[in-house]
């Protein structure tokens, strides 16, 4: 079940189930998260392009195999896809497998909003909400505001949660 639209109402954004239709949007969004990290390589574009579909197949593969039954949502804004919205769990626990947005629709407050309203379903329900993020994410900064606490770290992605 999709999160409420409370917060995020005010920026007409909707979900919808993710098909296999929108895997071409979805590949792109992957890339725009990465093209910052991939600029310094010097790669010409079309190998950046075959390495981040093939990051992106093994990433979607992954998160398909490891959280079976989560929900893959796409964002829309006005009927038009604007991210994606990856969700997990059980009934103590949220895990926020995935949040992105297009480039232009970040920082502007639609993702603090999505993620009100995460929180604020998942508070309701009694659940603490999960979430990995890379230790270099700006993101890490937003998810510090709205309460989450880091509650471990590998080499890669640091573990925050926030309890009801």
Do not use: K
Request: hydrophobic share 45%; no cysteine.
């Amino acid at each position: 079940m999709p999160p409420p639209v409370a917060a995020a109402r005010a920026f007409d954004i909707s979900y919808r189930p993710m098909t296999d239709d929108d895997l071409p949007f979805v590949a792109a969004l992957y890339a725009s998260t990465r093209t910052e990290e991939l600029a310094p390589m010097g790669w010409p574009e079309a190998m950046q392009a075959a390495f981040l579909d093939q990051q992106h197949r093994a990433q979607h593969q992954h998160y398909r195999a490891h959280y079976p039954g989560a929900e893959w949502l796409i964002v829309e804004q006005r009927g038009a896809a604007i991210g994606r919205l990856y969700l997990g769990g059980d009934s103590t626990e949220l895990r926020l497998i995935d949040i992105a947005l297009l480039p232009e629709h970040r920082g502007g407050g639609i993702g603090g909003a999505i993620l009100a309203d995460v929180i604020a379903g998942a508070q309701a329900a009694g659940r603490t909400v999960v979430l990995h993020v890379d230790p270099a994410n700006p993101a890490r900064r937003l998810y510090a505001r709205l309460g989450f606490a880091e509650a471990g770290a590998s080499q890669t992605a640091v573990r925050m949660e926030l309890t009801p």
